[in-house]
């Protein structure tokens, strides 16, 4: 009677697994394990890695498995059979995930300002080490399939992404995309696959958002078209000055149309930038003027009313500024101190 030789084989992989687990435990001496080309089957007991054949077909005898026999030696009893382990196929084929993050940037580098940014897009990569792969991702699980590891490689690629995005502005995003990209690519996203036994092959964003810059441009053209028109050029002064103005005027009372345009003239001289020059008028605007206002009464302080009011406000808006942490304490002093010798 001929004996039944027990194979080990994995079969019917799916092309998007990474990897299977033989369903039992209970290993033969004499069994046949079929390593297919492009995949390898490790050998584990109680967590540990042993043994890594390589494609081919493999009897397992005390010589093929030196590892796992030698601690047979000591945990098991020397050419126990069954004996126990577990086998995983690991496979080393090119696989492609999908990510999509969501974060939060500074809008320059000298900016405090924070918008939210939003990426998605494709990478690729491959096992490059099995042994180092299953002990940094898998080898410390009771129970994990294909689905798990992918799970987790799309978890992990998302945090390295975050981590390595935040360092940059909204600015250097927008001027320098690709030059990031190829940079991470090349540096601390390719090393930080490697420390986990994979090959980071590529990387595409296939799309960045800045989605409240984005609205801000669509319901506030004035000053929205403006901050992304000087986001996307590189201009990191008009950025600063577009975004105290467009921050100001919302702390202030969220009003828009003159109250907005006029923000645009005072907010510049409190942070002492040159003031905002309306256009020349166009012959319909000339057409319209304001009736003639009567003569100011002068105030008990000298000045007339619609100075010291102005005077007035702006002290108010400046209050609000600082409080909103637009600007610091030494700025409001400094700032409140001209404005009150102004008055006097």
Do not use: C
């Amino acid at each position: 009677m001929v004996k039944k030789t027990n194979v080990i084989e994995w079969k019917n992989a799916a092309p998007d697994d990474i990897l299977w687990v033989y369903p039992y435990e209970d290993i033969r001496w004499g069994s046949v394990v079929v390593v297919k080309e492009s995949e390898v089957a490790v050998f584990m007991r109680d967590g540990k890695i042993y043994d890594v054949l390589q494609p081919g077909r493999h009897v397992l005898t005390t010589q093929n498995l030196p590892l796992l026999t030698r601690a047979f030696r000591f945990l098991a009893g020397y050419g126990e059979t069954p004996f126990k382990a577990r086998v995983v196929f690991v496979s080393l084929k090119q696989f492609q995930g999908k990510f999509g993050t969501k974060l939060r940037l500074r809008l320059s580098p000298r900016a405090s300002w924070m918008t939210e940014m939003q990426t998605y897009g494709t990478f690729w990569y491959r096992i490059a080490d099995p042994v180092l792969f299953l002990t940094q991702i898998a080898g410390t699980q009771p129970h994990f399939t294909s689905e798990d590891v992918t799970n987790f490689l799309r978890s992990y690629f998302n945090e390295v992404i975050i981590q390595e995005l935040s360092k940059y502005s909204v600015l250097e995003v927008q001027t320098k995309l690709e030059d990031i990209v190829m940079d991470m690519k090349a540096g601390s996203l390719y090393d930080s696959f490697r420390q986990k036994g994979l090959e980071l092959i590529d990387v595409k964003f296939q799309g960045v958002s800045f989605p409240y810059l984005e609205k801000l441009e669509r319901e506030d053209p004035t000053y929205g078209v403006a901050l992304m028109s000087a986001l996307q050029s590189g201009d990191e002064a008009r950025v600063l000055e577009t975004v105290k103005v467009v921050e100001s005027m919302r702390a202030l009372g969220k009003a828009g149309g003159a109250a907005m345009g006029a923000g645009l003239v005072a907010i510049p001289y409190l942070f002492g930038g040159q003031p905002y020059q309306q256009p020349p008028q166009q012959p319909y605007q000339q057409a319209y003027q304001q009736p003639p206002q009567p003569p100011q009464q002068p105030s008990k302080s000298g000045a007339p009313d619609d100075e010291l009011g102005k005077i007035k406000k702006k002290l108010e808006m400046l209050k609000e500024l600082y409080e909103d942490g637009l600007i610091t304490e030494e700025e409001y002093k400094a700032k409140k101190k001209k404005l009150l010798e102004e008055m006097l």
